[in-house]
């Protein structure tokens, strides 16, 4: 019973740290699109980038590779 009960705290400590790596992650999929289409605006509509390009590309390819992160986690919520 001992075991099985160590079991289910371990479970249970490893849904919470998965959840709230998933929260982080989807936080950080939300400060991204804010961000990226700030930097969009910038440049397509008052043509006045205040970033690089290549910051920005470094930016979009840290959104996919979270967006793949949440898809790879099998649990995807789109952000709104």
């Known amino acids: ?8 705290i371990h479970w249970q400590n490893l849904k919470e740290k998965r959840e709230k790596r998933m929260s982080q992650t989807t936080e ?4 991204l699109v804010d961000k990226l289409n ?3 605006d910038e440049y397509y509509n008052k ?15 840290e959104l996919e590779r979270n967006a793949l992160k949440r898809i790879r986690e099998g ?3 789109h952000p709104e």
Do not use: M, T
């Open 47 to 61: 043509n006045a980038p205040s970033v690089s390009d290549a910051v920005y590309d470094h930016l979009y390819d």
């Open 75 to 77: 649990i995807w919520d």
């Open 28 to 31: 950080r999929i939300h400060e």
């Open 1 to 8: 019973e001992g075991k099985s009960g160590n079991s289910q």
């Open 38 to 40: 700030h930097y969009r």
